[in-house]
């Protein structure tokens, strides 16, 4: 579904609601200096990582699941640094960066504890964690979070169990309505986008975190 079709055709090289503008608002609360180090996991075709380069002067790495999407961002600009890794088993060794962005990913992770947990290894003391995803509002009934889209008192808690401090919270649920909008005047089906959520009475929403690593 992020690979190709009528998703990507609507939403372009970011694949997430919001875009780089919800990149940038995040980059202001961490404030890193010029070459920090930072890893974007599940980067797609790598627009935030070249985002991060051209614009911020990071050093900015990117790993994704997906070998398609990888193969299109090093055929779109062969220097970023890409390779395909899985969240949960990240590709280097323990305080390797300042920072890392986890953007409208954590919601398809199999076991998102495990990411945060694996997060922490790899982030230096006092890391940046920039998450932007999907969350419910609502909820009819209490259930044992399946991969998927969760309240944010789950979220909060798999952070504060990972060994995070959240230092920013916000609500950006608009952006995600207007993504839908775009869907819907192109002719598209929402079914990929609500994950899990559409039909089951809960209302999805779109939430952007800051958090510390101790
Ligand atoms: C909605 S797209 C967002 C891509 C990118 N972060 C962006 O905002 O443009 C979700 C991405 O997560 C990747 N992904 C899903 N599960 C993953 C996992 N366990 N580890 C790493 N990447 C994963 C997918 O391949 C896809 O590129």
Redesign the pocket.
């Known amino acids: 579904m992020?690979?190709t079709g009528p998703?990507r055709d609507v939403?372009g090289?970011?694949?997430?609601p919001g875009?780089l503008a919800l990149t940038d608002r995040a980059l202001e609360v961490c404030a890193f200096t010029i070459g920090a180090q930072l890893l974007?996991?599940?980067?797609?075709?790598g627009?935030?990582v070249e985002h991060l380069r051209s614009r911020y002067g990071y050093d900015a790495h990117g790993?994704?699941?997906?070998p398609t999407?990888i193969t299109e961002g090093l055929s779109r600009n062969p220097t970023m640094r890409l390779e395909v890794?899985?969240?949960?088993a990240l590709p280097f060794v323990a305080g390797s960066f300042d920072g890392i962005?986890?953007?409208?990913?954590l919601s398809?992770?199999?076991v998102p504890l495990k990411?945060l947990v694996e997060f922490v290894r790899v982030l230096r003391s006092s890391g940046w964690l920039i998450l932007?995803d999907l969350f419910v509002k609502t909820e009819t009934e209490p259930r044992d979070y399946p991969r998927g889209a969760v309240a944010r008192d789950q979220i909060e808690s798999w952070l504060f169990q990972s060994g995070f401090t959240i230092v920013m919270w916000e609500d950006h649920s608009i952006l995600l309505k207007e993504l839908a909008a775009r869907l819907i005047l192109a002719g598209c089906s929402l079914d990929g986008l609500c994950c899990g959520t559409s039909g089951s009475g809960q209302r999805p929403g779109y939430y952007l975190i800051v958090a510390r690593r101790a």
Do not use: H, M, Q
């Open positions: 992020y690979e998703l939403t090289a970011t694949i997430r875009g974007d996991v599940g980067c797609g075709a627009a935030s790993v994704d699941i997906s999407l890794a899985a969240a949960e962005l986890c953007e409208c990913v398809l992770v199999e990411a932007s």
